[in-house]
């Protein structure tokens, strides 16, 4: 239990004298609040799992410090940081049983025998492994075996942090769901601070109050998912979460419009101050964008095909070479395949260098 | 890999127990038999190659690396491509008596030698392969076969059957199928076994030095020549010694990369 | 991985099936003719019934008591053999260098010895062991340690074993090495997470996932070990005495040197059974291992 401070943390496995831009995690400071549900969310190679294994002291970090609680604990080893991992795939003691699995960790470190049985029970309990306490661990289905690994992730309650990697991988899809619930009810139960790695937007979202997104060894945004959602700070925060991904398009800024191949779009605010030289881009979530009747005063597109997702239908469109999707929510224009499309204002961001744009009112 | 404590010194003192021996066999060559009965040397004082020299000049004794090479080289050439097949059809097939033929293979490679001296002292007389390379070569079968089977089984189900499939829906022929996308796929298996027939057949000497009298007798039976009426010439013997851990040495210099895998059979 | 029944098969295993029933089986039929006959040389032979068997198993006559005494011998050598090789060459894995150039170096002079044709393993230790001219015999002499593998038995048996023990241990050692190279780093992760010992390291990972690679070390070692000849042969000749004289070395002296081909036949059978009850007893053990394995990995 405890609040997680990382000051210019970075890592380069090609040594240190290496290029920033090689690194697999580039410098980076934040805090995790003791007691946050957080998701880790980015593609494979991000440099996520990098982080926690140097959060947890598995890798040594090239430069920066990690504390725990102010105290530093950068030259710790992993034992002494007192911190709890669970691995994406399920990794178990083949000789023990179901309970001793639980138990190791707090064997490893001297807690008297009938703590351990309560805390085993309880841990049992939670994951519904009760039933399997005394058998042999080897003899259980994968599901199973990962649910071990988290019980032993969660046995110890004096963790300064539980460090989640991908642990849902080789689970069944309906039984992820049932999992995610309940690591998400062990949260609030045990008052600690989870780490959850993960590529899968719909874990992260559903499990964690606070997201970081990664790309390419940087944290681009760390949020609430309605932030990441609402206000994508970098486009690939736009493209990588919500689906279909945000629509990001090539345009001229100036005063209260942009200007694309096609037309105009109005904003909602002003960006006097735009860098000079960046690639400037619009992104709009196809949610804010509505397929209407062509008009004279609405950007014209062509449709190229409709996805129906159940909850929603969306029209993948084209503006000359652009590609993009909106909403569909009414019945669609009669006359042929051209629409007209309607913008929200208040959810059009501007993006210089694929950073976001703070706008002035 | 986690290790242990000391582990540095552990190895270093193992692989020195090792080498030792070893060098005492190289030391012993390059001396002449009068420093070795005289005094105890710890490298030649006087060193020189007249026992390598004798050694390649010659015939009765050159000619038995040639021998052996000859019988080792076919009988891994045997064992290799009669055990591809049948390593296939053990990791992809259910048939009847599998397990037991399974079985009943790798009880053979346990089979003592000594057991079988006699008995094929016998048919290869009879069948006029004795004092042949062919007599050793096929003799050697008899554990390599199995364990070549053993092995390949291992590799070959290492590959996913669903390649056999889709070679099968592409038109492949069996045969096609087998020469043109198995073999390369199992290629460092094949080393490995290759590497085993090699060293098994090339260590072995009860059965080579029955099977062969004159034409093809191994360099490890000629070496049994040193002892003389004059007693025993120490030099010879140990670079004779020398020169049949060489080949061994070479085979290992190529394969090293692939000696931890290969030792574990194709099946961890 | 499911297999498909298939009779076909046996087509593809039938070119093994011929070589090796060749090899193995035609000899054997020999035997068992020669076992049940006896000779008084010229080729004549007489139906002889199980006699030979009858005095092979029973200890009182001559040839079941030299039977029963290589019998001993070699078991009691197996054992020693095992108990030293097993555990040297688990330490031996676990010492091995991490990586780069070193890894390599150890592998190669590890498996040298493996490599070397049996009878100049016994010329080397022959060549290092004696008194006169080798190195360990010498230096022992010296140190005052009254040492001569020729005369001496327990000298002749220390001899041998520590040659099997030179000879052997790397196979062990690779086999166990690669067991533990199979292990994937998240366990070994997971175990410092959890505040795993080093000594709980190794009872809770390495030797569990080493379990199949030790069953087959163990097989080829009790098995190699069983037949052992041509070295102690080299070294010993079975002597002093005949304090080194295994089945092997028995056998060969009965059939190739007394020529007393129906005795030698029924201690060929007899020695064949015992092995091959035992490498069943192995088999057994090995396959149900791997079948634990296999519904392991097929499930992860």
Redesign the interface.
């Known amino acids: 239990m405890a609040r997680i401070d990382l000051v210019d943390l970075a890592k380069s496995y090609s040594g240190e004298a290496a290029d920033v831009d090689s690194y697999a995690l580039k410098p980076l400071s934040m805090t995790w609040r003791q007691g946050g549900a957080y998701a880790l969310l980015g593609p494979s190679g991000c440099g996520k799992t990098t982080l926690l294994?140097m959060i947890?002291?598995?890798v040594a970090p090239s430069r920066g410090k990690i504390l725990f609680d102010g105290v530093d604990i950068t030259a710790r080893?992993?034992?002494a940081r007192n911190?709890?991992?669970v691995?994406?795939?399920?990794?178990i003691?083949?000789?023990?049983t179901v309970a001793e699995n639980l138990a190791?960790?707090l064997k490893?470190?001297g807690v008297p025998r009938p703590q351990i049985d309560a805390r085993v029970a309880e841990i049992g309990r939670l994951l519904d492994l009760t039933p399997h306490l005394d058998r042999k661990a080897?003899r259980l289905?994968?599901d199973a075996?990962q649910k071990i690994?988290l019980g032993?992730?969660l046995v110890r309650s004096d963790v300064s942090a539980v460090l989640f990697d991908e642990p849902l991988t080789?689970i069944d899809p309906h039984l992820k769901w049932e999992l995610r619930s309940k690591l998400k009810a062990l949260h609030k139960a045990l008052d600690l601070t989870m780490i959850y790695v993960t590529h899968d937007q719909t874990e992260a979202l559903t499990f964690a109050d606070t997201v970081v997104v990664m790309h390419d060894g940087r944290v681009v945004q760390s949020g609430t998912p309605e932030e990441l959602f609402n206000r994508p700070a970098h486009t690939f925060v736009g493209y990588f979460i919500g689906s279909p991904g945000m629509n990001v398009l090539p345009a001229a800024v100036s005063g209260r419009e942009a200007r694309l191949d096609g037309g105009v779009i109005t904003l909602d605010r002003s960006y006097p101050a735009l860098p000079a030289g960046a690639t400037i881009e619009i992104g709009v979530r196809p949610e804010f964008v509505e397929v209407a009747a062509p008009r004279p005063d609405l950007l014209t597109a062509r449709i190229e095909r409709i996805d129906d997702l159940g909850r929603a239908r969306f029209a993948r469109l084209r503006i000359g070479e652009l590609r993009l999707a909106a909403r569909v929510s009414g019945a669609l224009p009669a006359d042929g395949d051209s629409v007209g499309l309607v913008f929200d204002p208040a959810h059009v961001h501007v993006y210089a260098d694929s950073r976001l744009v703070e706008g002035v009112a | 890999m986690q290790t242990i404590p000391g582990r540095r010194a552990i190895m270093i003192v193992f692989l020195v127990f090792l080498l030792l021996p070893i060098y005492w066999l190289v030391n012993m060559s390059f001396k002449t038999n009068g420093e070795i009965v005289s005094t105890m040397t710890l490298w030649p004082h006087q060193p020189t190659i007249a026992n390598y020299m004798r050694i390649f000049t010659d015939e009765s004794w050159y000619s038995g690396y040639i021998h052996s090479i000859k019988y080792v080289v076919i009988n891994t050439v045997i064992s290799i491509s009669f055990a591809l097949p049948a390593a296939y059809a053990f990791s992809r097939y259910r048939f009847v008596g599998d397990k037991h033929l399974f079985f009943w293979l790798l009880s053979n490679r346990m089979a003592p030698p000594a057991v079988f001296a006699l008995p094929f002292f016998n048919l290869y007389s009879a069948i006029d392969l004795f004092d042949t390379p062919w007599a050793v070569a096929l003799a050697h079968c008899l554990f390599n076969v199995p364990l070549a089977v053993w092995i390949l089984e291992g590799f070959v189900s290492s590959v996913p059957k669903e390649i056999d499939e889709t070679a099968f829906l592409d038109g492949y022929s069996f045969p096609r199928f087998f020469i043109k996308i198995l073999v390369p796929l199992i290629a460092s298996g094949i080393g490995v076994a290759a590497f085993f027939c090699f060293m098994f057949s090339w260590v072995e000497l009860l059965l080579a030095r029955t099977l062969t009298s004159v034409n093809a007798k191994p360099i490890a039976a000629v070496m049994t020549r040193t002892v003389s009426a004059a007693g025993m010439d120490w030099g010879l013997l140990s670079a004779a010694g020398v020169l049949t851990i060489i080949p061994g040495a070479l085979v290992i210099w190529f394969v090293r990369n692939y000696i931890a895998r290969g030792f574990a059979l194709g099946r961890v | 991985m499911d297999k498909t029944v298939n009779q076909k098969a046996w087509l593809l295993v039938a070119p093994v099936f011929l070589i090796v029933a060749f090899s193995a089986v035609l000899p054997l039929m020999t035997v068992v003719n020669y076992s049940v006959q006896d000779t008084f040389g010229n080729n004549q032979f007489f139906w002889n019934g199980i006699g030979w068997f009858k005095e092979l198993l029973d200890p009182s006559t001559d040839l079941g008591s030299r039977f029963f005494a290589s019998l001993w011998r070699n078991l009691f050598f197996s054992a020693v053999i095992l108990a030293i090789e097993i555990p040297l060459g688990i330490v031996v894995a676990l010492s091995m260098p991490r990586e780069g150039w070193r890894v390599a170096a150890c592998l190669v002079i590890l498996a040298l010895p493996l490599l070397i044709p049996w009878n100049v393993v016994g010329t080397i230790w022959q060549v290092f062991g004696r008194p006169d001219i080798g190195l360990l015999g010498y230096t022992l002499n010296h140190l005052g340690v009254n040492y001569n593998y020729v005369s001496n038995e327990i000298d002749a048996w220390a001899t041998i074993i520590v040659m099997d023990v030179w000879h052997w241990t790397s196979l062990v050692a690779l086999l166990c090495y690669a067991g533990l190279k199979s292990i994937p780093d998240a366990y070994y992760q997971a175990a410092q997470i959890d505040g795993a010992s080093r000594w709980a390291v190794f009872t809770a990972i390495q030797l569990p996932k080493m379990k199949r690679v030790l069953l087959i070390a163990g097989l080829l070692r009790f098995m190699d070990s069983f037949m052992i000849y041509t070295e102690p042969f080299v070294v010993t000749g079975g002597g002093p005495g005949n304090s080194t004289t295994f089945i092997s070395i028995e056998l060969v002296k009965i059939a190739l040197g007394q020529f007393d081909l129906g005795k030698a036949a029924a201690l060929s059978l007899v020695y064949n059974l015992i092995i091959l009850i035992t490498c069943w007893i192995f088999y057994t053990v090995m396959t149900n291992a791997g079948a634990d394995h296999k519904a392991r990995t097929g499930e992860a």
Do not use: E, L
Not at chain 1, 87 to 91: D, H, I, L, R, S
Not at chain 1, 93 to 96: E, I, K, R, S, V
């Open positions: 294994n947890s002291g598995i080893s992993t034992q911190i709890a991992q691995f994406q795939f399920p990794v003691y083949d000789t023990m190791f960790p490893n470190r080897t289905t994968a075996k690994s032993r992730g080789v």
